[in-house]
């Protein structure tokens, strides 16, 4: 794990969508759609930068390295929720997969959030929430990348 874990996610790329509609829990529609996608270094490389656009909202990821903690933290900000940024998710990765975990509230519900990261040549992103304290864990967006 170091500074270089999400090197593979630099560039432009093409975004596939399989999101839950509804908030977690309370809903079982899936849409489906894709999103142009952009992610960059920045900090001299210890950090990075992506935006996804949508036809009607773009969102913000920000990713930093600590290296003390030997740790990165992931910040999400999106039109959809103007002026706020989401409280950081933080993790590692593991022989290219990675997992991050942290704690918000949605739709007014205390929620435990957890980001599965499986780098490679079509990474793929996995977003999990979890009602009950992180006992179990209900996949609710999944992201496939390919180079644009």
């Known amino acids: 794990m170091s500074e270089n874990d999400f090197d ?19 809903g079982t529609e899936w849409v489906e759609f894709e999103t142009d996608g952009e992610a960059r270094p920045v900090l001299g490389g210890a950090a990075n930068v992506d935006t996804i656009r949508a036809a009607d909202w773009e969102g913000l990821t920000l990713r930093q390295y600590d290296p003390v903690d030997g740790v990165w933290r992931i910040w999400w900000a999106s039109t959809r929720a103007p002026g706020r940024l989401d409280p950081p998710l933080e993790g590692r990765f593991t022989d290219g997969h990675g997992v991050f975990f942290g704690d918000d509230v949605v739709g007014g519900h205390e929620v435990k959030l957890r980001f599965d990261w499986t780098a490679g040549a079509e990474p793929v992103w996995e977003q999990r929430f979890s009602y009950d304290g992180g006992e ?12 644009a």
Do not use: C
Not at 8 to 24: E, N, Q, T, Y
């Open 8 to 26: 593979f996610l630099h560039g432009r790329w093409r975004v596939a969508h399989r999101k839950i509609a509804d908030i977690p829990g309370r």
């Open 136 to 147: 179990t864990w209900e996949t609710n967006w999944v992201m496939r990348f390919t180079r």
